[in-house]
């Protein structure tokens, strides 16, 4: 049986500084009978970034709902940061959520809130003062480029807008790790490169475990082939033939994690399905 | 495959009954635990406490006045026009002022519930809320739950005075009667069982309205046209749960009080 307590004075994420950030262990779940996903086992390891592939309803948001306990899987147990998210309760799961940052499919936002509000939800909650509040809004909104649209309703934003408020609310409370369902889907491509600026400057300036889900293979590769560089403030790409070492590849196919590895060898791979998928 | 169909939907009623009791303990039970939404409580509360006080006032009004008229005009039959404001008075207060407010109120507020949760529900706010560590059931249920029995209680009291006062109205300016007269006979039928048995229904049927409407809301899929459905079953079941509950209370009472 895995750890399933938080000790309240202790950090979830730094509990177990040696466990990864997400450990699988071969998990299945399905939905009127009908099986999502069978027996996947993975591990990400801390600092680490995989990019989550797959064709359109293999599962991969479900993957993102059960690593944050959103939902429970039929079998197999799901770690994150030693802690065993598939055996807890509701209520114990919300201090571990103070680590993880969820950016979801389409940003998910509370309408009725205005975008300080959205961005400072949970530091509200946390009864943070309203001060401190305001500074940590406004730096978040900063890092998306965002800090005018303070008192703006999320109806008033563009699509693209919303993700890098969604964006922002998800790093407020600097987590150390987020998990980013399709955070570019359905927008064009400029908005695209703009979000993923955001989720590699998250990855490579806090350093922080990340899963991304996307479909876009152009987007999955230029977080692979990119780096973020503070000083330009500007993704700039690694040299030909490198990419990010931290970040690796998991690829869905009909409910099975039929890869699980590094950018070279998701290119090379001689797999009929990969070939077909990535050509 | 009859069998089969029958099978999945006795288990598909079960596992309804038990969310909604699972949603039910867990709302009520968050009003006991840390931390407490003492400003979303008075939202609601002003929300459905204030927002349906020009309705349930125009409700006991005029439902007190159509009772004065109907009764005055079969009791002058029997030359008892006398005993028309203790009928409207014992009418009011024992079930017409508890039932046709909490019916008023559930259309309004029921419906409410379900829409406004069943939206946040299908635009995944409510799983970004709980991904954000707060609890929805202690965020937005208890509230709902906490605020909707508080202030049905009060409407229902605001509805019979009004009802009573419709009578009146009715009565004196319409009928001809003596106000006197309709005041006193009102007053002195009431016993203490009537006002008791009057004041514990709202509290059920608040717990009934609140509840059934979060428990659509929460449950609704299916996009926009979930959201509907589950507005118009909150309404549906809301309504039919309180005229049912209605009668089981007043029987309990009846017998405990014996009248």
């Known amino acids: ?279 | 495959m009859p069998l089969t169909t029958l099978d999945a939907s006795a288990k598909k009623g079960v596992s309804a009954v038990q969310r909604y009791a699972l949603l039910s303990a867990r709302g009520v039970g968050n009003f006991f635990r840390r931390p407490f939404y003492g400003a979303d409580l008075i939202t609601q509360m002003d929300k459905i406490g204030v927002g349906s006080l020009p309705i349930v006032i125009l409700t006991g009004f005029f439902t007190g006045g159509v009772l004065a008229l109907n009764t005055a005009s079969s009791l002058a039959q029997f030359g008892a026009t006398a005993v028309t404001g203790q009928l409207v008075s014992l009418a009011m207060v024992k079930e017409l002022g508890p039932v046709l407010t909490s019916l008023m109120v559930s259309g309004r507020n029921a419906s409410g519930m379900a829409s406004e949760l069943g939206s946040m529900m299908v635009t995944e706010q409510i799983d970004a809320m709980r991904a954000l560590g707060t609890d929805p059931l202690k965020k937005l249920v208890m509230p709902r739950i906490v605020a909707t029995v508080v202030m049905l209680f009060f409407l229902t009291i605001v509805s019979d005075a009004l009802g009573t006062l419709g009578g009146a109205w009715v009565a004196v300016v319409l009928l001809g009667q003596n106000a006197g007269q309709y005041f006193h006979s009102a007053y002195q039928t009431l016993q203490s069982a009537d006002v008791i048995q009057g004041l514990v229904k709202p509290i059920f049927f608040g717990f009934i309205i609140a509840t059934i409407g979060c428990y659509y809301g929460m449950n609704t899929r299916g996009g926009t046209q979930g959201v509907g459905k589950s507005t118009t079953q909150a309404v549906v079941v809301s309504s039919v749960l309180i005229i049912f509950v209605d009668f089981v209370i007043s029987r309990f009472m009846i017998g405990i009080f014996g009248r």
């Open chain 1, 1 to 279: 049986m895995g750890i399933t307590e938080i000790t309240p004075d202790v950090s979830p994420a730094q509990a177990h500084p040696d466990a990864p950030a997400i450990r699988f262990e071969h998990v299945s779940i399905g939905f009127d009978a009908k099986p999502v996903l069978e027996d996947i086992s993975f591990d990400l390891p801390r600092g680490d970034t995989r990019i989550l592939l797959g064709p359109a309803g293999v599962g991969k948001s479900v993957l993102l709902k059960l690593a944050n306990g959103l939902i429970k899987p039929d079998s197999g147990r799901i770690f994150v940061f030693g802690f065993e998210v598939s055996a807890m309760r509701e209520q114990d799961l919300y201090p571990l959520r103070d680590s993880i940052g969820t950016v979801f499919q389409e940003g998910a936002l509370f309408d009725s809130l205005t975008v300080r509000d959205n961005v400072g939800f949970r530091l509200t909650e946390e009864s943070v003062p309203d001060d401190e509040i305001d500074r940590r809004v406004t730096e978040a909104l900063r890092f998306v480029e965002l800090e005018h649209t303070l008192d703006k309703f999320p109806a008033e934003l563009s699509g693209g807008m919303r993700r890098r408020v969604a964006i922002a609310r998800a790093v407020v409370s600097r987590p150390e790790l987020v998990l980013y369902d399709s955070p570019t889907g359905g927008l064009d491509p400029v908005t695209s490169a703009t979000i993923i600026g955001l989720v590699m400057k998250q990855r490579d300036v806090y350093k922080t475990s990340s899963i991304v889900v996307t479909h876009r293979l152009q987007d999955a590769f230029m977080l692979a082939s990119h780096h973020f560089n503070q000083e330009t403030n500007q993704m700039e790409p690694l040299p030909p033939n490198q990419s990010d070492p931290k970040t690796g590849f998991l690829v869905l196919h009909q409910g099975k994690l039929v890869f699980d590895g590094s950018t070279p060898d998701l290119v090379r791979s001689d797999d009929p399905f990969l070939k077909e998928y990535l050509s």
